[in-house]
């Protein structure tokens, strides 16, 4: 059931990109988020920043009192910007994920029990942008999106990249330690939650099961991010990567972000084509490039 109401909330504990994931894992497993400082070097900070800085700013407010008034959402990030690798591959982020999410399962089939792991996938992608003036976000679990229970095992890992600096006033992400141990029955309240203060390159890291929301912006100046989910791959991602992403994007990706975006089949046979695994798709592709004649559509 976790900590009784009441009882003091503790700091989000912060680690170095150098720790050990065995350390990391622990942490994620006991309070359900961890801050990673300088989780990502300057020049890929300053890349999306550029990339996805003007997209922000064309955007408009968002209609939905949840979603925020004064918050500006930019998705689809893999089509916008060449910067998202490094991050969706930072070791503690992808390593904890496939820790926490890729846990043995069993099945019969007829009389031979079969052990099964599944796979790991990019459920979502999205640049935020909390602007001077937005109140406080709903408290709530990102896997309610799959109307996950608790308590129980992982469904998804996410992370919140600070692309500016996160301060209490200008809308740092409030986080409840360890409500990832909670059932469904208890209900969250800000006074129980911390927010996630950290300088710009640093990053959130929290299990689905935690309580946690935009803080207010009370500054005069923008807080900005971006925020990525991997979810277990038998679950439908919450944004249609296929549609998000073109296949010629998809093309110029590493074969393991290729797989995290979807094109990969999840044991003991989810997303397969032709009974087939669908990178097998991408592979054709690129063999096929190799003898066009330039300039031919790759996708015919």
Excluded at 82 to 88: F, R, S, Y
Excluded at 232 to 255: C, D, H, K, S
Excluded at 262 to 278: A, H, I, K, M, N
Aim: hydrophobic fraction near 35%; charged fraction near 20%; aromatic fraction near 4%.
């Amino acid at each position: 059931m976790g900590t009784a109401k009441g009882t003091a909330m503790q700091e989000l504990t912060h680690v170095r990109p150098d720790a050990d994931l065995d350390h990391v894992v622990a942490i994620l497993e006991r309070d359900g988020a961890v801050i990673v400082e300088g989780f990502t070097d300057a020049v890929t900070l300053a890349g999306l920043r550029a990339d996805l800085g003007p997209g922000l700013e064309a955007s408009g407010y968002s209609e939905s009192g949840y979603d925020g008034q004064k918050t500006k959402r930019l998705s689809s990030l893999f089509r916008r910007t060449t910067h998202m690798t490094p991050v969706v591959t930072q070791p503690l982020f992808l390593g904890s994920a496939r820790r926490l999410l890729q846990q043995p399962r069993h099945i019969w089939i007829g009389k031979v029990r079969m052990e099964v792991t599944p796979s790991i996938q990019i459920s979502f992608t999205q640049a935020i942008r909390i602007d001077p003036g937005q109140g406080r976000q709903p408290l709530h679990r990102d896997d309610a999106m799959h109307l996950w229970r608790h308590p129980g095992p992982p469904c998804r890992l996410q992370l919140m990249l600070a692309m500016t600096d996160f301060t209490s006033a200008n809308g740092a992400t409030l986080v409840i330690p360890r409500s990832h141990h909670w059932d469904d029955e208890r209900a969250p309240t800000y006074a129980e939650a911390v927010p996630a203060v950290m300088p710009a390159g640093s990053a959130l890291l929290w299990q689905g099961g935690v309580y946690h929301g935009g803080g207010a912006n009370t500054t005069d100046s923008p807080r900005q991010s971006l925020s990525v989910a991997l979810d277990l791959g038998n679950l439908r991602q919450e944004e249609n990567q296929y549609l998000a992403v073109p296949r010629e994007t998809v093309l110029t990706l590493p074969e393991e972000v290729q797989r995290l975006l979807g094109w990969d089949r999840c044991p003991p046979g989810l997303g397969q084509v032709e009974t087939q695994d669908p990178h097998l798709l991408l592979e054709r592709t690129l063999q096929e490039l190799a003898i066009r004649p330039r300039g031919a559509n790759p996708l015919m």
